[in-house]
């Protein structure tokens, strides 16, 4: 023996977080693995390893890669066509309201209400808490 165990002719890995990760790392994160996946990750590990509750380690892994996060492929249809909007007759017919909100108190205001005009452009900034309803905001 090479002083390894072994289970069902795979390498026994120990429960040792870091042991397993350095495994699904390299499997994972590696060029020639190039981020294949959960289910191809764990093909590719349970070649050679085993341990308890692996696929669901090597699952939560690959829900957690960074990089497989933001280069996911999008699994919807196509969007349609863009349609522009309608363009208002008049100033402040149509506006957008957004909030700044948990911002350090400043004359006992701690959020800011944005109001902008979608014609002009013009805005209009507005001292209110962080705890406005859409009613105190009208």
Not at 13 to 37: C, M
Not at 62 to 79: F, I, P, T, Y
């Amino acid at each position: 023996m090479d002083g390894l165990w072994y289970f069902c002719d795979k390498i026994y890995v120990p429960n040792i977080l870091d042991l397993q990760q350095r495994i699904a790392e390299q499997h994972h994160n590696s060029k020639i693995a190039g981020h294949a996946g959960c289910w191809k990750t764990l093909e590719l590990i349970s070649w050679n390893y085993w341990w308890p509750h692996m696929s669901r380690f090597v699952g939560e892994y690959c829900k957690a890669c960074d990089l497989c996060l933001r280069m996911k492929s999008q699994r919807h249809k196509l969007m349609g066509e863009l349609h522009p909007l309608p363009i208002p007759d008049n100033h402040w017919d149509t506006v957008s309201v957004n909030f700044i909100s948990e911002l350090p108190k400043s004359h006992g205001y701690d959020a800011i209400m944005v109001v902008v005009d979608l014609t002009s452009k013009c805005g209009h900034f507005i001292p209110t808490h962080t705890t406005a309803t859409a009613l105190g905001s009208a």
